[in-house]
């Protein structure tokens, strides 16, 4: 083992590690003990990994270092924990397909491929649709699971949104030199317009997408009525596709067909991907979740200006902001699977790029006013 290899093996050692502590608290988290069963396999297959690298590493007469659990991980046991392993899968995708390509880099097929597998089927459990490959299908038909991930991820950008967004327009009237209650009124008016604009935008989407949906599953259910053997047959081809042998994915479509209600949430999910209980959810509650997230943003560089003046206010609202926008940065990578410091990093600077501009932009503005 050359010296590049050595820091790269005890990062894939860490990365399985990593994935079997995070696995083994899905497992502990979900309520479905099918699904439980399926994380305990899939940390079953990261110790196997761990333990190839771990050989590995002894061999080339490596010390092994104390296993610490990455702040991304212990966060996403935390969310979990709190709030279901729903929440976190969206993540957990995009961690195993980074996975996935790095041992692919690596010439590691065996691994690579194993990293992928539970990508694929992590990416059905988070679906919408519901059911994963292969014979699995048949246990976990008509459990919905929601797409937490997106909601985690709507929430870190309706704060990132709020919080750039008002911050640059908070630096450019401070930039023309306004006075202080200038200032905070402009900021309030920013924070409750862009808030009212998300709020009033959200409802409207998923307004919308309701009455889409509601369409939809009216047509759904005039195909099961007029033509039944039909609708089977299609949903019997979706189970086949996904690996299910033709008997048993026939057997299954005729069962769930001999009950209406049945066929209609089954036949929604899987051809229309929208869960009949849920129809993308509440609209009034998409509003006020919207405006409140973009308020939480907006109100980090505003806040100071109710306690100082001038060019100290200036100083206390960039350094919050700086870091409100690195942890917001810290959020992004949940998703991602990159390295908090350097999306952090990367969120600070374009944020206070933006600041800046805006401030020069309103010092050119006050001055050419004051002349």
């Known amino acids: 083992m050359d010296d590049r290899e050595s820091p790269r093996s005890l990062a894939n050692l860490a990365d399985e590690l990593n994935g079997i502590e995070l696995y083994q608290a899905l497992a502990l988290a979900e309520k479905d003990p099918h699904l439980a069963e399926v994380y305990r396999r899939f940390a079953a297959v990261e110790e196997r990994h761990a333990q190839a690298w771990r050989q590995k590493l002894t061999d080339a007469g490596v010390s092994l270092p104390r296993f610490r659990p990455r702040l991304r991980t212990r966060l996403l046991i935390w969310l979990a924990k709190r709030f279901g392993s729903a929440l976190v899968l969206p993540s957990v995708v995009g961690m195993e397909e980074a996975g996935s390509e790095g041992y692919r880099n690596q010439n590691a097929s065996t691994m690579a491929g194993d990293e992928a597998s539970h990508a694929r089927l992590l990416r059905e459990m988070a679906s919408d649709k519901g059911g994963i490959d292969g014979g699995t299908v048949a246990t976990l038909e008509g459990r919905h699971r929601a797409g937490g991930g997106n909601a985690l991820r709507a929430a870190v950008l309706g704060a990132n949104d709020g919080l750039l967004s008002n911050l640059s327009l908070i630096m450019g009237v401070a930039g023309a030199e306004f006075s202080p209650n200038q200032v905070l009124l402009a900021g309030l008016a920013g924070l409750l317009a862009g808030a009212c604009s998300m709020a009033i ?114 100083a206390v609202s960039a350094g919050v902001s700086t870091l409100g926008l690195f942890l917001i940065g810290g959020g992004i990578t949940l998703f991602t699977g990159r390295s908090m410091l350097a999306t952090g990093s990367r969120q600070v600077i374009l944020g206070l790029l933006a600041a800046a501009i805006t401030f020069g932009l309103g010092r050119l503005i006050g001055v050419s006013l004051a002349s």
């Open 201 to 314: 935008g959200e409802w409207l989407s998923v307004k919308s997408s309701r009455e889409l949906y509601q369409r939809q599953i009216q047509i759904e259910e005039a195909e099961i009525a007029a033509n039944p053997a039909e609708e089977a047959e299609e949903l019997a081809l979706i189970y086949e596709s996904r690996g299910l042998p033709s008997d048993r994915a026939r057997e299954l479509a005729d069962h769930i067909m001999s009950d209406r209600g049945s066929a209609i949430a089954t036949l929604s999910r899987e051809e229309l991907g929208i869960d009949p209980r849920e129809l993308g959810g509440s609209a009034g509650v998409a509003a006020v979740t919207s405006f409140a997230l973009f308020a939480v943003g907006a109100v980090i560089p505003l806040f100071p200006f109710w306690l100082l003046h001038g060019r100290a206010a200036i």
